[in-house]
């Protein structure tokens, strides 16, 4: 610390002891300005500003108890040291008191004066940083266009920054002291608050939530994470929750599956028409076809079949994530289980492939949508059946193992390489190979049964080697 840009000032009627400090603390750098009294002390402050003020107790016209007590009004970060000419302990602690950051008794040594001064521009120079540091965290927090607040231990608030003022439509004043309960109105935003006050370990995703401000379409949607602070000890000494405004990007979503929505189902139905009237051509309903004809109606309806797949997929895609498909009921799921295989039967048995089912009896239900779960069961056989060769083997196996359902669906076929294997949950991601290059998909498939599986809050995973097949595991927790 440069001691050369510290400025001191002296107030003290006696000019011999002004004349002293002066003389010692020049020597060791310091810019020294001096005062005889109270008053003229104060008007050396206003336009000095100095960094330290050395100040006797007992002078005429205003002494320095009276000028300690206007300065620190006026100018509250000033540093002090009283000087007392009767080493009266009581008036030094009484000035301590009044804020005063040390003392120093009449007659004093010079390497007492230097001492003390040093220490006492130590601490003024640190607590200047803290509230350098204060006042750049509340910038900080005020320009901020998330909304910020933050509550002691008791769930009291005691900051809320402008952009959630805002969002409250509330004052400061009414927010601060109050507690959270009173002053957020979203039940999510309570309960995450709550458990992060409480100190429950949770994962990131458990400390977020989204609440809604508004009901009509002009709704603003947050996401809110929260987080605790900690003390040394390491425990919970308050939270700050942060919301922040995802309504731009729900408002997009929501269009996008409006679109996708609109636009499948407006194909849906000229296409099933379209196919129909293939199919009656394919029949021969208006006269015989030549074997060229035929092959070629077969080929239109094969390619009109994929495009009523994918609308198919595109629309269970958008209802599942708009939790449109329908209302969640306590599933029995091996029935269901055994209504998907009533389908799947078929074109297992034209591949020539087995289809071996294992379901546990007695099996706990689980929380969901009926058809979403046929749509797992369909999706995840209906891959196992088109990728896997002719005669090879498949199984599916339904059991439970503590408070979680399994559901396993396992093949011998080609399986999915290594660096693909994340990828095929992915909207629209096929597996190009020589081997399935006739197979027809829209890449939608394991997309579904991954959205259902979040959705379920269960878990999905893929174990596969090339050659030597795949096994798909899903674990829901049930109901
Ligand atoms: P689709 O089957 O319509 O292409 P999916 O999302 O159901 O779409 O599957 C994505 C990709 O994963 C498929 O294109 C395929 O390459 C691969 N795949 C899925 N299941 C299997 C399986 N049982 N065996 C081999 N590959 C599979």
Redesign the pocket.
């Known amino acids: 610390m440069s001691q050369t840009a510290r400025r001191i000032l002296v107030v003290d009627d006696e000019q011999r002891v002004r004349q002293a400090i002066e003389r010692v603390l020049g020597e060791s750098g310091y810019e020294i300005i001096t005062a005889s009294d109270g008053r003229q002390g104060l008007e050396m402050v206003a336009a000095h500003a100095p960094d330290l003020v050395l100040v006797d107790l007992m002078m005429p016209v205003m002494d320095g108890m009276e000028f300690l007590d206007q300065a620190r009004r006026r100018y509250p970060g000033l540093s002090s040291v009283v000087i007392t000419g009767f080493a009266t302990l009581d008036k030094a602690v009484e000035a301590m008191k009044q804020g005063a950051d040390d003392f120093l008794a009449k007659p004093f040594k010079p390497r007492e004066l230097k001492l003390v001064v040093e220490r006492a521009l130590k601490r003024a120079a640190t607590l200047q940083d803290i509230s350098i540091e204060k006042s750049r965290t509340r910038a900080l927090i005020n320009a901020m266009s998330n909304g910020v607040l933050v509550v002691n231990p008791d769930g009291e608030a005691v900051l809320a920054n402008p952009a959630l003022l805002n969002l409250l439509e509330r004052k400061e004043e009414g927010v601060i002291g109050q507690p959270y309960q009173e002053v957020v109105p979203w039940a999510e935003v309570k309960m995450c608050l709550a458990a992060t006050l409480r100190g429950e370990e949770r994962k990131p995703e458990q400390a977020r939530c989204v609440c809604r401000q508004g009901d009509d379409e002009d709704a603003l949607h947050f996401q809110v994470s929260c987080a605790p602070f900690h003390d040394a000890r390491n425990a919970v000494v308050g939270a700050v929750a942060v919301f922040d405004d995802v309504t731009a990007w729900h408002r997009l979503d929501q269009y996008k599956s409006q679109f996708v929505t609109t636009v499948a189902h407006d194909i849906v139905s000229p296409l099933a028409a379209v196919q129909g009237q293939l199919q009656n051509l394919g029949k021969g309903l208006l006269g015989p076809l030549e074997e060229a004809q035929t092959v070629l109606v077969e080929r239109a309806r094969t390619r009109l079949q994929g495009v009523a797949d994918l609308c198919r997929d595109l629309l269970d895609l958008s209802k599942i994530e708009a939790g449109a498909m329908g209302q969640q009921s306590r599933l029995d799921l091996a029935p269901l289980v055994q209504e998907a295989l009533k389908v799947l039967g078929g074109p297992a048995e034209a591949k020539g492939q087995s289809l071996a089912v294992e379901l546990a009896s007695g099996l706990p239900p689980v929380l969901g949508v009926a058809e979403e779960f046929l749509d797992v069961v369909l ?1 995840l056989v209906g ?2 059946i ?3 060769q002719d005669g090879g083997e498949i199984s599916l196996r339904l059991w439970a193992e503590g408070s979680e359902l399994l559901l396993e669906v396992a ?1 011998n ?4 390489p290594p660096e693909e294997q994340d990828a ?1 949950f992915k909207r629209f ?3 190009r190979t020589p081997e ?1 290059r006739h197979i027809t ?7 579904i049964v991954k959205r259902v599986v979040d959705n379920l809050h269960g878990k999905l995973s893929l174990r596969s080697q090339p050659g030597q097949g ?1 096994r798909f595991l899903v674990s829901l927790p049930a109901a």
Do not use: F, Q, S
């Open positions: 999706n891959n196992a088109k990728y896997t093949d076929g080609p399986g999915i095929v991601h096929r597996v399935n998909g829209t890449g939608l498939g394991l997309a795949c």
